[in-house]
């Protein structure tokens, strides 16, 4: 890896996460509210509704589909998501620095599934990890990094006149 570059860290890394969750909600509460009201977000006497009872084709396109989808087309091409891209930071080869393949992307996003059972542990993993690597990226064979340095933007004023 090139020395100009660090790992990031687990607590951007949950802030970006929580950016990420936070713009996907934007498009996919209203939609689902529009599709199924209000009482798909909440329970009936108490009781929330089950998975089965909302388990049809557009509900398993905008909670499964979708969200896979919009993450890989944007780890394709920008090698993060906005969350990431607040940092600065990209996903990478874990071997080459280079941009993964197609099949490390596929890899590394179901790779959430296992990184969140049991409890989360495998996201957990990146507080810990000598690579800052969840059990996704280690998967996937993936690292996200940042540049060490960025460069500060120069700022002009108007002069008083």
Not at 78 to 95: N, R
Not at 132 to 154: R, W, Y
Request: proline letters at 5%.
């Amino acid at each position: 890896m090139d020395n100009d570059f660090k790992y990031v860290g687990f607590w951007k890394r949950v802030v970006s996460g929580c950016v990420d969750v936070f713009l996907l909600s934007l498009v996919l509460i209203p939609t689902l509210y529009w599709a199924y009201g209000m009482e798909y977000f909440l329970p009936e006497d108490g009781i929330q509704k089950g998975f089965f009872e909302y388990l049809d084709l557009f509900d398993l396109f905008m909670n499964q589909i979708f969200p896979f989808i919009t993450i890989i087309f944007l780890w394709i091409t920008y090698q993060a998501t906005p969350g990431k891209m607040i940092f600065k930071a990209t996903i990478v080869d874990a071997k080459t620095g280079g941009k993964p393949t197609l099949k490390q992307w596929i890899i590394r996003n179901l790779g959430y599934f296992v990184s969140l059972l049991p409890v989360g542990l495998g996201i957990f993993w990146v507080a810990f990890d000598k690579k800052k690597q969840g059990f996704h990226d280690k998967l996937a064979n993936t690292v996200v990094v940042q540049p060490k340095f960025v460069e500060p933007e120069s700022v002009e004023f108007e002069t008083e006149k």
